[in-house]
């Protein structure tokens, strides 16, 4: 399932209460809220593997200020890959937000009709560019983006990923379960042990996929017509 994840980090419990349903009013059921008091819990969830796609993080803190907090996932997270939003009960902290490149900054007490426009706009931007799933291995979630990946290969009970930058990641599931998954995002199942991802695709023949990194996939006999016509589709789509 696609999904994403979203943390608020205030000390005032009361004001990530409310925050939190002002989101919960727009988000659908597959995304997930967490609730930190303080920059340091959220930055040791980070250190073991967390990550959000929207931060809302208080510039009051204790301990490390949300200045600071912000600073700290910044380098540790590319920016099209976070958003951070800053509240606070101050306006003068909008300069040395600056470098942070935050995506919003509210107000104390809330605007609840201008987070949930904006969150709406949000939503569509990840959902158009950086769709995600999480999955679990070794007891811990890690998160793999769409566009990173170009194919899949089914071997025996697993799956082993290949993405853009030449790592291979192996996971549990069935090819059938990731199919399900990608099958609205410029993937197509093209043999009965291959998924690509059409972006990443050099060239194109009856037989087979030449990806970008000139891996040659397969195209299963049985797969043939379906993947001819998602791929026209697919170069319709690119041409518009």
């Known amino acids: 399932m ?21 989101l919960k009013n727009v988000l659908p059921e597959n995304f997930d809220i967490h609730i930190y008091n303080d920059g340091e819990a959220l930055l040791k969830d980070f250190s073991n593997g967390y990550t959000f796609d929207i931060i809302y993080l208080d510039i009051e803190l204790p301990g490390l200020n949300g200045v600071e907090v912000g600073q700290v996932l910044r380098e540790q997270v590319e920016k099209q890959n976070l958003d951070l939003i800053f509240i606070s009960q101050k306006s003068s902290y909008c300069e040395q937000l600056f470098d942070l490149e935050p995506r919003r900054f509210y107000r104390k007490p809330f605007d609840r009709e201008k987070i949930t426009r904006d969150l709406k706009i949000l939503l569509k931007e990840h959902t158009a560019h950086r769709q995600s799933i ?5 007891g811990r979630e890690y998160r793999l983006f769409l566009q990173d990946v170009l194919y899949m290969e089914a071997e025996s009970k697993k799956i082993t990923v290949y993405d853009k930058e030449g790592n291979k990641i192996v996971i549990k599931k069935t090819l059938n379960e ?15 042990s291959f998924l690509v991802n059409l972006n990443y695709v050099k060239a194109f023949s009856r037989k087979e996929f030449e990806m970008i990194n000139g891996v040659k996939i397969p195209i299963g006999r049985k797969y043939e017509k379906a993947t001819r016509e998602i ?5 319709l789509e690119e041409e518009e």
């Open 2 to 22: 696609i999904y994403m994840k979203i943390a608020i980090c205030d000390d005032d419990n009361g004001a990530c209460q409310e925050l939190k349903k002002i």
């Open 134 to 138: 999480w999955y679990e291995e070794d």
């Open 178 to 192: 990731w199919e399900e998954a990608f099958k609205k995002d410029h993937f197509v199942r093209c043999h009965r």
């Open 231 to 235: 791929w026209n589709l697919h170069k």
